[in-house]
């Protein structure tokens, strides 16, 4: 049949096959790690082999966030914003080991202890920087991720259920720190552990 | 360039002699400052920036101090005859007395004009730290300082009067603390660390004070 010029397959599966290798991520820089992830974009690694070359200077056109750097508590409203101004199906990769948990700053005042606070994240990379070979990797996870997404069932992406949101509130500024410091429907203060210290 | 020690008599001459304070650093880096009053400060500032063998003509940085009220206990030793003829007894008396603290404002100078080498230091103490924090700004004289003077405003809470634009810069403007002063307590928003030591151990143990008996290895023994 194939060598007739039939193709049998799943709706599911040309769907995924198609926006796997059509990726758009934001483009935005936060910190250090952003030089990085231009760097991948540019000849030498080249993201483009990977069909995720253009660079969306909107969020209403991408639909790949990567976090890269540092997120300070001014600039997380902004973030979730842009976030929430995707269009699903949208997919984030956390670059770094600021964006992931705070990195080097995270007993500072001013930023936040990992964004998966805030906002749902696919894949984390990690490293300070991560190299672009890293971030590529990260990027081919993504693309299994969405090769195998099923379409219906419980699995299914969170725009295709009744039971979840696709909208993610945005904290305030408060008098001494965000509020609320955390989104209580994404992320839970780890279980009390603690272990004597040297 | 003329020694800070020429600098100081010049201001003396023209401004008074309680204008300015030469203040040592006995540190190997030597950098020795002027200690302006505040009230002066913008005049001394116009004189140290347009005065032709000085022409200081460029801030480079701008920059805030706390000090906060330090203890200093002082020990004076007496002797006292012994009454029963022996040697004379040394007593020691300890008296205490707190330094109040004050906040503190740094520039330094260049001329590049005069293509100095070294930094002229100035500095400008506010009264207190909690209510009287005011000091003249020196933007109408070096612009340079604008918005390294907005930074101290928001660091440190020192309030610059004649500011074109005073406004935090780094924080939020509905944030009400001052993240720089030594006093400065932030959010408890602490969680699990993997190997807590030091501070993070003390308020790993204030959240969570009895670590359960199946993570710790001391009752496992
Ligand atoms: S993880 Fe390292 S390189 Fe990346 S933003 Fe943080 S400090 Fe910079």
Redo the contacts with the bound molecule.
């Keep these: 049949m194939r060598r007739q010029g039939v193709l049998l397959t799943s709706f599911a599966e040309i769907y995924n096959w198609g926006r796997a290798n059509s990726i758009w991520p934001l483009q935005f820089g ?5 030089i ?1 992830m231009i760097c991948v974009a540019a000849a030498r690694f080249d993201i483009a082999r990977f069909g995720a070359e253009i660079f969306r200077a909107s969020p209403r056109q991408a639909d790949l966030m990567i976090m ?3 997120v300070t508590k001014k600039m997380l409203p902004q973030v979730v914003r842009l976030w929430n101004q995707m269009g699903e199906p949208k997919f984030c990769i956390v ?5 992931s948990s705070g ?3 995270r007993e500072g005042y001013n930023v936040v202890k990992g964004i998966d606070r805030f906002i749902p994240v696919d894949v984390y990379v990690p ?4 190299r672009p070979e890293a971030l590529l990797h990260g990027l081919m996870e993504i693309q299994k991720k969405m090769r195998e997404e099923p379409l219906t069932g419980p699995d299914a992406p969170r725009y295709f259920r009744k039971d979840t949101t696709c909208e993610y509130p945005i904290p305030e500024f408060g008098e001494h720190d965000l509020v609320p410091p955390y989104n209580s429907e994404l992320w839970k203060p780890p279980a009390p552990i603690v272990r004597e210290g040297k | 360039m003329e020694t800070l020690e020429q600098i100081r008599d010049r201001i003396v001459a023209k401004f008074g002699a309680d204008t300015v304070t030469l203040i040592t650093n006995p540190g190997p880096s030597a950098q020795h400052s002027l200690l302006l009053v505040a009230h002066a400060a913008r005049d001394i500032a116009r004189f140290l920036h347009d005065d032709p063998a000085l022409r200081l003509d460029y801030c480079s940085n701008a920059t805030g101090v706390d000090w906060p009220d330090k203890e200093i206990v002082e020990t004076v030793k007496t002797t006292q005859p012994d009454p029963a003829g022996g040697p004379d007894k040394v007593v020691e008396t300890k008296t205490k007395r707190i330094q109040p603290g004050c906040l503190e404002a740094v520039y330094h100078l260049y001329s590049i004009a005069l293509k100095s080498a070294e930094p002229v230091i100035i500095r400008m103490r506010t009264a207190n730290r909690t209510d009287d924090v005011t000091l003249p700004s020196l933007t109408p004289v070096w612009r340079s300082c604008e918005f390294q003077e907005r930074e101290i405003y928001d660091l440190y809470g020192i309030v610059f009067t004649g500011h074109p634009d005073l406004r935090r810069i780094l924080m939020w403007d509905e944030f009400k603390d001052h993240p720089m002063r030594k006093d400065y307590v932030g959010p408890d928003d602490y969680e699990w660390e993997p190997t807590p030591h030091g501070e993070v151990l003390e308020r790993a143990k204030a959240h969570y004070p009895t670590p359960p008996a199946s993570t710790s290895p001391k009752s496992e023994e």
């Design positions: 936060l910190a250090c790690c952003a990085e890269n750097g540092t670059m770094g080991a600021c964006a990195g080097p700053f490293g300070c920087p991560p």
